[in-house]
């Protein structure tokens, strides 16, 4: 999809709908709004006299007005509460206009562009925040599907001035890349288990410098391991976990140099797991095929790289994804195994349905002895507990640098993607020791999400590291928060704007 800017009057401008807006409560439409209803005879405002249209957040009002107006369609959107207006919903009120749009099989919509003014914000910023999220909602996956859904090619932004064009187009760029990276990250998430196993997600990653610009692309080098490397290093976590599938783990390592020889770097650890069905310690038949997503933060991670690459974001950044398809079998690894990691440090199993702390301990090893990075951001979908904690509403963050925590939390805040703190006390460490071993990979029924983060705060060691737990966020059942049902790209926003936020790390 084209999304564009048009300097010039919504009225003479032709598309197959044009959408203009309105915050609750507002009897008089001003404005662009206002100049459509008076110039197509008042069926806004009688709309809004007669209580069929109030403006509330997400409530649409098609018309199609006879005369006074190019178009044949107008789509009035609320905007809801003009005090509780913020650049996420100017992100999540892209989704029913272009919902409808391909339910009505329009091909080109031109849109006043929300937030920009009587919401107060920034023309650059609305036009972001606009963009990206028709990018996102015009996101399908219907690889699959026989019939597939219809396609709206361009979306216009309607501006009537020339002045505020510049900030616009450059709003409008960054939505759209923003968008198209987190898009992408989306399809694999998406992509069935049997479509996506280590090897598949390897030659995803593989490809990722291959789908932006040329120099772009060259700022960005990927490299996957296999078990030959993964056994040389001694990744007992990693091996334990993939030892069960017929294809062998893959350590996807992706380097991207924005910044300047010697920077250091930052490091984004996603978890890809392929597909968890517990292992050993199954998990039970109702919605085990939901966790096809167990790779989202690895997908999200590798998005952030391509994100990165298309943003121009000068820093040094790697994305350290360890892949295993995690399967009971003969050769799985058993509760009761005891691994040695490539820390050094040795874990006891009780669950085989708690790899994903096992894989990524390994993958933080190996980014602190490669990189010995300033940061390291992991992101997972690590534990149930963490969805019964935060609902699919917000992430939770842990972390053992407060500083860096809470520039996680600001990133939080102004992207729109939402994280809570959990603590990382000390007295948590309790329930992840073992008789046998250093550690043991499950914490019991208490604290499930904290344990998890605190048995990967025992490998993080001195590296100030941060931990997202976003197996609550990463997939969303039906709609929610401006989300079609399916992946929602998280926690690529959140990524995107703590990379771009000022700081040496
Ligand atoms: N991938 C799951 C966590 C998960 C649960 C993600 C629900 C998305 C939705 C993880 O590997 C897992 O199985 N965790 C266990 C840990 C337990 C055995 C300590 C869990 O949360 O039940
Ligand atoms: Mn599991
Ligand atoms: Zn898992």
Same mark, same amino acid.
């Given at each position: 999809?084209?999304?564009?800017?048009?300097?010039?009057?919504?009225?003479?401008?032709?598309?197959?709908?044009?959408?203009?807006?309105?915050?609750?409560?507002?009897?008089?439409?001003?404005?662009?709004?206002?100049?459509?209803?008076?110039?197509?005879?008042?069926?806004?405002?009688?709309?809004?006299?007669?209580?069929?249209?109030?403006?509330?957040?997400?409530?649409?009002?098609?018309?199609?007005?006879?005369?006074?107006?190019?178009?044949?369609?107008?789509?009035?959107?609320?905007?809801?509460?003009?005090?509780?207006?913020?650049?996420?919903?100017?992100?999540?009120?892209?989704?029913?206009?272009?919902?409808?749009?391909?339910?009505?099989?329009?091909?080109?919509?031109?849109?006043?562009?929300?937030?920009?003014?009587?919401?107060?914000?920034?023309?650059?910023?609305?036009?972001?925040?606009?963009?990206?999220?028709?990018?996102?909602?015009?996101?399908?996956?219907?690889?699959?599907?026989?019939?597939?859904?219809?396609?709206?090619?361009?979306?216009?932004?309607?501006?009537?001035?020339?002045?505020?064009?510049?900030?616009?187009?450059?709003?409008?760029?960054?939505?759209?890349?923003?968008?198209?990276?987190?898009?992408?990250?989306?399809?694999?998430?998406?992509?069935?288990?049997?479509?996506?196993?280590?090897?598949?997600?390897?030659?995803?990653?593989?490809?990722?410098?291959?789908?932006?610009?040329?120099?772009?692309?060259?700022?960005?080098?990927?490299?996957?391991?296999?078990?030959?490397?993964?056994?040389?290093?001694?990744?007992?976590?990693?091996?334990?976990?993939?030892?069960?599938?017929?294809?062998?783990?893959?350590?996807?390592?992706?380097?991207?140099?924005?910044?300047?020889?010697?920077?250091?770097?930052?490091?984004?650890?996603?978890?890809?797991?392929?597909?968890?069905?517990?292992?050993?310690?199954?998990?039970?038949?109702?919605? *085990?095929?939901? @966790?096809?997503? %167990?790779?989202?933060?690895?997908?999200? $991670?590798?998005? =952030?790289?391509? !994100?990165? /690459?298309?943003?121009?974001?000068?820093?040094?950044?790697?994305?350290?994804?360890?892949?295993?398809?995690?399967?009971?079998?003969?050769?799985?690894?058993?509760?009761?195994?005891?691994?040695?990691?490539?820390?050094?440090?040795?874990?006891?199993?009780?669950?085989?349905?708690?790899?994903?702390?096992?894989?990524?301990?390994?993958?933080?090893?190996?980014?602190?002895?490669?990189?010995?990075?300033?940061?390291?951001?992991?992101?997972?979908?690590?534990?149930?507990?963490?969805?019964?904690?935060?609902?699919?509403?917000? *992430?939770?963050? @842990?972390?053992? %640098?407060?500083?860096?925590?809470?520039? $996680?939390?600001? =990133?939080?805040? !102004?992207? /729109?993607?939402?994280?809570?703190?959990?603590?990382?006390?000390?007295?948590?460490?309790?329930?992840?020791?073992?008789?046998?071993?250093?550690?043991?990979?499950?914490?019991?029924?208490?604290?499930?999400?904290?344990?998890?983060?605190?048995?990967?705060?025992?490998?993080?060691?001195?590296?100030?590291?941060?931990?997202?737990?976003?197996?609550?966020?990463?997939?969303?059942?039906?709609?929610?928060?401006?989300?079609?049902?399916?992946?929602?790209?998280?926690?690529?926003?959140?990524?995107?704007?703590?990379?771009?936020?000022?700081?040496?790390?």
């Amino acid at each position: 999809m084209k999304i564009e800017l048009v300097v010039g009057d919504i009225l003479r401008h032709k598309a197959d709908m044009i959408v203009v807006n309105l915050f609750e409560g507002v009897k008089t439409p001003g404005g662009a709004t206002g100049a459509v209803d008076a110039s197509i005879g008042g069926a806004i405002s009688a709309a809004i006299r007669d209580g069929d249209f109030q403006g509330k957040w997400g409530e649409t009002l098609l018309l199609r007005p006879e005369k006074g107006i190019a178009s044949r369609r107008v789509l009035v959107l609320g905007l809801g509460k003009k005090e509780k207006f913020t650049p996420d919903l100017v992100r999540q009120s892209a989704l029913p206009v272009v919902r409808l749009a391909k339910k009505l099989k329009l091909s080109a919509v031109a849109s006043v562009l929300h937030g920009a003014g009587a919401g107060g914000l920034d023309p650059e910023t609305a036009a972001r925040f606009a963009s990206l999220g028709v990018a996102l909602s015009g996101y399908e996956y219907d690889r699959y599907k026989s019939e597939k859904g219809s396609r709206l090619e361009r979306f216009q932004w309607i501006e009537r001035r020339q002045a505020p064009a510049v900030p616009i187009r450059k709003g409008i760029a960054y939505g759209a890349a923003l968008g198209g990276a987190i898009n992408w990250g989306r399809d694999l998430v998406a992509s069935p288990p049997a479509d996506m196993r280590p090897d598949g997600l390897a030659r995803a990653a593989k490809a990722l410098p291959a789908g932006l610009p040329p120099a772009a692309g060259r700022k960005i080098r990927v490299k996957v391991y296999g078990r030959k490397e993964i056994e040389g290093w001694k990744m007992g976590g990693i091996l334990a976990v993939g030892r069960g599938s017929e294809i062998p783990p893959r350590l996807i390592v992706a380097e991207y140099r924005g910044g300047r020889t010697g920077d250091p770097w930052t490091v984004l650890i996603g978890k890809g797991v392929t597909f968890d069905t517990g292992g050993i310690s199954l998990k039970k038949w109702e919605g *085990m095929e939901k @966790m096809k997503y %167990d790779m989202a933060g690895g997908a999200g $991670m590798l998005a =952030a790289i391509r !994100a990165a /690459g298309a943003l121009g974001i000068p820093k040094n950044l790697v994305a350290v994804v360890p892949a295993v398809e995690n399967m009971p079998s003969g050769t799985a690894y058993r509760p009761g195994d005891v691994l040695r990691m490539m820390s050094g440090k040795t874990v006891e199993v009780l669950s085989t349905d708690a790899e994903g702390r096992l894989i990524l301990a390994d993958a933080i090893a190996f980014a602190r002895k490669r990189y010995r990075p300033a940061a390291m951001v992991d992101a997972a979908t690590l534990t149930g507990a963490c969805v019964v904690a935060l609902g699919s509403v917000t *992430m939770g963050v @842990m972390g053992n %640098d407060a500083e860096l925590v809470s520039r $996680m939390k600001d =990133a939080s805040s !102004a992207s /729109g993607e939402k994280a809570w703190e959990l603590p990382l006390h000390e007295e948590y460490s309790e329930q992840i020791k073992s008789e046998v071993a250093d550690l043991k990979n499950v914490g019991g029924p208490e604290a499930g999400a904290i344990t998890a983060g605190y048995f990967l705060k025992e490998f993080a060691g001195a590296t100030p590291w941060v931990h997202l737990d976003i197996a609550g966020v990463a997939w969303m059942e039906k709609d929610k928060a401006g989300y079609a049902p399916g992946p929602t790209g998280v926690p690529v926003r959140l990524i995107v704007q703590f990379l771009s936020q000022a700081g040496r790390r």
